[in-house]
């Protein structure tokens, strides 16, 4: 690998230690009235949320990793380190509140996306019905298919593969962050999936106009 694949790696792993030192207190069970709450169960929302969105993360983290080495464009190599750098970080908060509600980081006793069933208003329980198929776990993931042909692309190619994916990538991430806003309890786990709505919407303008720039659609 190369001393900046390295190097953005050793930035990211960094910030997933420190996100998980420094923050890993801040959700120890915050109610919505302020005061302290019960630990959330594996079956809450906000350790469901926790558990998917982390998966969800790396996987965008992945694909990041993927396009810095295929590209050398600086507009769109500085998103992908910004899209690894904060994602990794998060992902490191999410699975460092786990530990501290000592619940599990896999849940083997239910499906992904099954703690948004109770939103069936929202419109979100359509979502825990999703049939995971070539690797692609949750609604907005990337399949392997997916992954190896960003791997095997370069240059304006590897670019307008990556912001489509990530596009998908994001829109699927919104919807799941929503779903916590609506259904978590912990408010410091809420703050942090509004957090994800607010950056994630932000950067798929963002990368629309980056791939029409390049002459490319938005994937459907």
């Known amino acids: 690998m190369t001393r900046t694949h390295w190097a953005a790696i050793t930035a990211v792993v960094l910030a997933l230690l420190f996100a998980g030192a420094a923050t890993v207190a801040s959700a120890g069970g915050s109610g919505n009235d302020g005061t302290t709450s019960r630990t959330p169960s594996a079956a809450s929302a906000d350790a469901g949320f926790a558990r998917d969105m982390s998966v969800h993360h790396q996987q965008a983290v992945e694909m990041s990793f993927i396009v810095r080495d295929r590209t050398k464009d600086d507009e769109v190599r500085r998103l992908a380190y910004d899209i690894a750098n904060t994602q990794a970080n998060q992902r490191g908060m999410m699975l460092g509140w786990l530990d501290l509600w000592g619940l599990p980081k896999v849940s083997t006793d239910s499906e992904p996306m099954a703690w948004m069933m ?103």
């Open 118 to 220: 109770p939103d069936m208003k929202g419109g979100h329980a359509a979502h825990s019905g999703h049939q995971a198929k070539d690797g692609s776990l949750m609604p907005g993931m990337a399949t392997n298919t997916d992954l190896g042909r960003l791997g095997k692309a370069s240059g304006r190619q590897a670019e307008i593969e990556y912001l489509q994916l990530m596009i998908i990538h994001h829109n699927g991430g919104i919807s799941m962050a929503e779903g916590c806003v609506k259904l978590c309890t912990v408010d410091t786990e809420r703050d942090l999936a509004q957090g994800m709505v607010d950056a994630q919407r932000s950067e798929v303008g963002l990368m629309v106009d980056l791939l029409h720039k390049r002459g490319a659609e938005v994937r459907t």
